[in-house]
């Protein structure tokens, strides 16, 4: 298919172009093959009028606990913070299966995907009795939806005997999960430009998995060639488990098994010293901000307006800790809780908006191919009708009126040419059954 987007209003392109007013458009196949003011030449399949419409590079999202969207909103952690939170509900997730695992990825991609979202990672890091194959099932989740996916293989190998905090039967053995990370790696994860699918590896955090463990994950990573994750410096009580359990804070530790360097990205890092922020800054390592996370138990502000400079993205975190799964709220609530700490010129909408985007593919390392409206890139575009009753009044600066306005959803979505939103309709089949059926799971899940 050769697609024309004609008379664009506003074009942010987060590239080199910067923003084009009556913008022009082109994709072939899954590609950007022309963007500018004058209209290109040639015949198009389909010619989509754009002149009430803002276009920009499809978000992307960088943590995120899909499974998590059968457990939003849970009454009994409503008001937990991280630790007693995660003790409570890691009781109901232990009878999570290949079906939960398929069908809450399905449904927490669509609802990405009518925020902009083109492109998520995850964090899968527990496996109920061994269950291995709902790593397999979420990716064919998120695939039905048809979002670009960085997945990581998550790992907990640390229990209350060892003195971590998850029971016995949700972590595995470290033999178990170094074969599974192999076995993921060599089935999923696809180095080409414009790839659908690459896989990380994710052991969970200081408090869930053991030192071998989390040195063997970095080694592996550098043989096979793939990313690390994990969470980090997220909250005062990690901070205390870490100091009591290893001597070092989480940065020093994590520096100490050789985890500061560039094929690493950091959830949260809410809890940091300032010299902790230039050894992060040196080691060039990323960051996944999860401010309505934060928020939501009550963990921190993290020093984003500090780490400016660094490769910084957004993720919305799992959805029983945010609990939705809507990255343009995420960038609004970047952007607001930074004036909270530190004034109101902490981040603008389009720093927010530049994390969300461009900020994203840099920490997922595929700014190649992605993050950026640019000739050559991958055809993940997103728009937003300016007609909508949210932006009525508010469009002195229509790019900047997505956050500050809160868009709330798209009204289009292409991910690698194939439109997923179109006129604010989610097009994805079989989306009614699969929101029924998540709602029968996660009551199963809920009372035992
Ligand atoms: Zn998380």
């Known amino acids: 298919m050769k697609y ?6 506003h074009l942010a392109t987060f590239g080199p172009q910067k923003e084009i007013t009556n913008a022009f458009v082109a994709v072939e196949e899954n590609v950007i093959t022309y963007v500018g003011k004058e209209a290109p030449e040639g015949e198009f399949d389909r010619t989509v009028d754009c002149s009430n419409m ?12 899909l499974y998590q969207s059968l457990t939003r909103n849970v009454r009994k952690v409503q008001n937990s913070k991280l630790f007693d939170w995660l003790v409570n509900l890691y009781e109901i997730w232990k009878n999570l299966d290949e079906e939960a695992s398929y069908v809450s990825a399905a449904v927490a991609a669509a609802e990405m995907a009518l925020s902009g979202v083109t492109t998520t990672s995850d964090m899968l890091y527990l496996y109920p009795e061994g269950k291995n194959s709902i790593f397999d099932e979420e990716i064919k989740g998120v695939s039905h939806v048809g979002l670009r996916f960085h997945p990581t293989r998550g790992a907990m190998s640390m229990s209350k005997k060892d003195g971590g905090l998850p029971p016995d039967s949700v972590v595995q053995t470290e033999d178990e999960i170094l074969s599974e990370y192999e076995r993921v790696i060599s089935k999923y994860h696809d180095r080409s430009k414009y790839a659908m699918t690459r896989v990380a590896l994710a ?12 040195i063997e994950t970095r080694e592996m990573a550098e043989e096979k060639d793939v990313l690390l994750h994990t969470h980090l410096s997220e909250t005062k009580d990690e901070d205390e488990f870490c100091v009591e359990k290893f001597g070092l804070r989480p940065v020093d530790y994590m520096d100490k098994l050789g985890w500061l360097n560039p094929r690493v990205w950091f959830a949260h890092l809410v809890q940091l010293k300032d010299e902790e922020i230039e ?23 993290a020093p984003i307006t500090k780490m400016k400079g660094m490769r910084i993205s957004l993720g919305v975190d799992g959805s029983a800790s945010n609990d939705t799964g809507n990255m343009i709220l995420e960038a609004r609530n970047a952007m607001l809780l930074q004036r909270v700490k530190y004034g109101a010129d902490a981040l603008t909408p389009r720093e927010a908006l530049e994390f969300a985007t461009l900020g994203g593919a840099k920490v997922l390392r595929m700014d190649d191919y992605i993050g950026s409206i640019e000739v050559g890139k991958a055809a993940d575009l997103i728009m937003f009708d300016m007609n909508k009753l949210e932006f009525a009044g508010g469009l002195d600066d229509p790019v900047g009126a997505i956050l500050m306005c809160d868009a709330k959803k798209v009204d289009f979505n292409m991910i690698n040419g194939k439109i997923i939103v179109e006129d604010g309709k989610l097009l994805v089949e079989d989306i009614e059954k699969l929101i029924e059926r998540q709602n029968e799971i996660s009551n199963r899940l809920l009372r035992g």
């Open 4 to 9: 024309l987007f004609k008379n664009i209003s």
């Open 54 to 65: 803002i276009m920009l590079p499809g978000f992307v999202n960088t943590h995120h606990h």
């Open 203 to 214: 052991p969970c955090s200081p408090f869930s998995v053991t030192e071998k463990l989390m």
């Open 279 to 301: 050894k992060l800054k040196k080691h060039d390592v990323g960051v996944a901000h999860c401010p309505s996370s934060n928020m939501r138990l009550g963990s921190g502000i």
